[in-house]
């Protein structure tokens, strides 16, 4: 090669160079934006945070949770007495579902309480049979469910507000099944039994 033919291809070289350190410049500006870091600290604002507190009165989108009965179990600061959704069989099956999901593990599949995690030596809870919880609004299975109780974790995490409700329903089914008396039984029911 001689010295004439050279010249061309280090011109090219040297453009080449000069547009691939152009675009890493840019790419680098464009890295290193002007802009404040989460709690950096800022001349901008009197209180010299950058960080700034949400303003009052807002709620992030999706998150107005203004019915009580549906989003807390309580009916004006109590527990509520009926379920804020209605109950058919599709709800009922989808409670059936969720409750062998979560609540089977120690409560078995019948509310008895005794789950395979309480076979393999966990505390017992207490059965779904027992009168004093057939006897409280359904809004304290809810909140159990919500807040946690005794070594019982808070489910809110794990399953849907609407989900939960379902599973309240089902456990009431549950109830129903193993407390009702003979004459309360349909009468094709009883005259199977007889």
Not at 38 to 62: C, I, K, N
Not at 79 to 102: K, Y
Request: aromatic fraction near 10%; glycine fraction near 8%; charged fraction near 20%.
């Amino acid at each position: 090669m001689t010295m004439a033919s050279r010249r061309p291809v280090a011109l090219l070289g040297a453009v080449l160079l000069l547009i691939g350190s152009a675009g890493c410049e840019l790419r680098q500006a464009m890295y290193d934006q002007e802009k404040y870091e989460p709690l950096e600290a800022s001349a901008f604002f009197a209180d010299g945070m950058s960080f700034r507190p949400q303003v009052d009165g807002t709620v992030a989108q999706g998150q107005l949770m203004l019915d009580e009965h549906f989003y807390q179990g309580k009916v004006q600061g109590q527990l509520a007495a009926t379920l804020p959704v209605a109950v058919d069989r599709q709800l009922l099956e989808h409670g059936r579902a969720r409750f062998n999901i979560f609540c089977a593990p120690c409560h078995d599949r019948t509310g008895s309480g005794n789950g395979m995690v309480v076979q393999r030596g966990l505390k017992q809870p207490p059965s779904f049979h027992q009168e004093r919880l057939r006897e409280v609004p359904v809004g304290h299975f809810y909140d159990v469910m919500t807040n946690g109780f005794g070594v019982m974790y808070s489910y809110a995490s794990r399953i849907p507000v609407a989900d939960r409700w379902a599973i309240v329903a089902y456990i009431k089914v549950l109830q129903l099944s193993q407390n009702l008396e003979f004459d309360q039984l349909p009468a094709e029911d009883q005259r199977q039994l007889q």
